[in-house]
């Protein structure tokens, strides 16, 4: 199906993936990076950013994004991308792993590695986080973005340095998760979502060390899931790349 998009550089295809509620500009720290040596494409999912929902009747699920996402790369000629993703794109990135068709996959703090405590945690924490987004009044959005102990509070389960999200980027943000349509029915069928099947293609796990959002004792799952040791991103939070874009990009140019 048809996606919005960033594409830049040149190289083997890089396809990255954002989480739940945002859009592709959550990559814009780190894509020139990762464009020095990739060709990359940063999508917005189906009913996330300007990207439009998905068909009639098709559910909101981890496998059914990931299936869009596989769609996409067939409609722009991409064969066996190299793909990252962060939470939410951190499953769909570890799904395509699993059905071997991306020559590569980078998971940033993955989702579906939660206890059912954990799960609930999280899924209370979005669902006031998007309800915050709905209510705000645009004024109240630009105040807070530009406060610097307003972005604290309104970002730090998020990122564990809030300064470096510039006031613009959290504005555009907020107003994603405002918007998209695809949230509520994606967050509820978190509730069914396991890991995947073991993946076909190599692999590479990553966790934010000061995640408030899935706690980082989720990646010990992880590795068990997977095999392998998790890396663990020093001073990131559960969006890293405006934490730390050179260790980040260095993560997935590595994998």
């Not at 009639?56 to 990931?66: D, K, V």
């Not at 939470?87 to 071997?100: F, H, V």
């Not at 730090?156 to 809030?162: F, K, R, S, Y």
């Amino acid at each position: 199906m048809e996606l919005a998009f960033e594409r830049r550089g040149a190289g083997a295809p890089l396809i990255l993936i954002h989480g739940i509620g945002h859009h592709w500009q959550a990559w814009t720290p780190v894509i020139d990076r990762l464009a020095a040596a990739r060709t990359v494409i940063a999508l917005d999912l189906p009913g996330f950013g300007a990207s439009p929902g998905l068909p009639e009747g098709i559910p909101y699920t981890a496998e059914s994004l990931a299936d869009a996402v596989e769609s996409f790369c067939a409609l722009l000629g991409v064969r066996e991308p190299h793909v990252a993703g962060n939470s939410l794109g951190g499953y769909i990135a570890l799904e395509l792993a699993s059905r071997g068709v991306v020559r590569t996959a980078t998971a940033l703090s993955p989702a579906g590695f939660w206890s059912r405590s954990e799960l609930v945690y999280c899924q209370s924490v979005l669902r006031a986080l998007r309800a915050s987004a709905r209510a705000m009044p645009q004024g109240q959005v630009v105040r807070t973005a530009e406060n610097p102990m307003l972005r604290a509070v309104s970002a730090g389960v998020l990122v564990a340095h809030p300064s470096r999200l510039s006031p613009t980027a959290l504005i555009a943000a907020t107003q994603a998760l405002g918007r998209a349509s695809g949230f509520d029915e994606t967050l509820e069928s978190f509730s069914g979502l396991m890991p995947p099947a073991p993946p076909k293609s190599p692999i590479s796990i990553a966790w934010g060390e000061h995640d408030r959002l899935l706690l980082r004792r989720q990646a010990v799952r992880a590795a068990r899931w997977s095999g392998q040791r998790v890396k663990l991103l020093k001073g990131c939070g559960h969006v890293p790349m405006s934490d730390d874009p050179d260790l980040v990009a260095r993560v997935i140019l590595e994998a």
